[in-house]
């Protein structure tokens, strides 16, 4: 059987699963949740795909197995070395198998996918995450839950990822190929960072952020998504209060990498050309 035809039995049973929380007692419903996870684990089900239009598609019925799988897990004590931890979920295994490269102390949960060639720097990955092959996750950042990162990513140290569960229909925080997330960045709350962006340190980006594009003679005002290439840092803008005007963050973008040159010296010129700290 192909996997879209398993795919299809596991929605069916999860979805049911889901409107009937008695069918948690039922070993199918727990066989179906269980398949759920390991596939998640393995890359092969997501929970938010790339759709044939340049857009993403959010998985929910893959999320509401993740919310199922809490309940029918028991707590337990996993002991790594002298390091003891007490939890639902177990950590994930086979880096080895799998050709990631983890420095201690980096941890994932089992449920999350990590690529072939990623590097996980100390550093923590939530269940549910997806994070493509030559991405390095550095030190101290966070990947969310169900968070979607892409190929060859940098999350730079501090970085902090949010993880979108519930609402199931909001769509995850997704970080496309090639992009740069500087030092200390925040995002949350589904944003999408677009193919080799590239944020400079300390960018918080969340869904009611004000992205202004200031390249051109006027402003121009987005939401939720940073487009493809543009080079963006922390700025602020006033807004009116009835205590009165003060100034609140908002995220810049000043620029776009040069398509004529690869993505390591792209982004050495797009740092000197714009003087972004990362």
Not at 152 to 178: F, T
Not at 214 to 230: A, D, N
């Amino acid at each position: 059987m192909n996997n879209s035809k398993i795919h299809a039995q596991l929605q069916e049973t999860i979805e049911n699963t889901w409107n009937n929380r008695s069918l948690l007692e039922k070993s199918s419903s727990r066989e179906a949740i269980s398949e759920v996870m390991s596939r998640l684990d393995k890359g092969i089900l997501r929970c938010a795909s790339p759709n044939q239009h340049g857009g993403w598609d959010v998985n929910d019925w893959v999320k509401k197995a993740v919310v199922l799988n809490f309940p029918i897990q028991e707590m337990k004590t996993i002991e790594v070395g002298p390091f003891e931890f007490h939890d639902k979920m177990p950590l994930k295994k086979g880096y080895a198998e799998a050709g990631v490269r983890v420095v201690p102390h980096a941890v994932a949960r089992y449920g999350a996918y990590i690529a072939k060639d990623v590097i996980l720097m100390p550093s923590y990955v939530n269940l549910g995450a997806y994070v493509d092959s030559g991405t390095m996750i550095d030190t101290w950042a966070t990947v969310g839950s169900c968070a979607q990162i892409g190929k060859d990513v940098h999350i730079s140290g501090g970085v902090g990822i949010g993880g979108v569960l519930e609402p199931l229909q909001a769509a995850p925080v997704i970080i496309e190929d090639g992009a740069f997330i500087g030092s200390r960045c925040i995002v949350v709350e589904g944003v999408r960072v677009g193919t080799e962006a590239v944020l400079g340190a300390g960018v918080v980006l969340t869904a009611s952020t004000l992205i202004l594009d200031v390249t051109g003679s006027e402003p121009v005002e987005l939401r939720g998504v940073i487009p493809p290439r543009s080079v963006v840092i922390p700025g602020v803008r006033p807004k009116s209060f009835p205590a009165g005007t003060f100034n609140i963050p908002c995220a810049l973008i000043i620029g776009m990498r040069s398509e004529s040159t690869d993505r390591k010296t792209s982004l050495n010129s797009a740092l000197r050309e714009h003087d972004v700290a990362v």
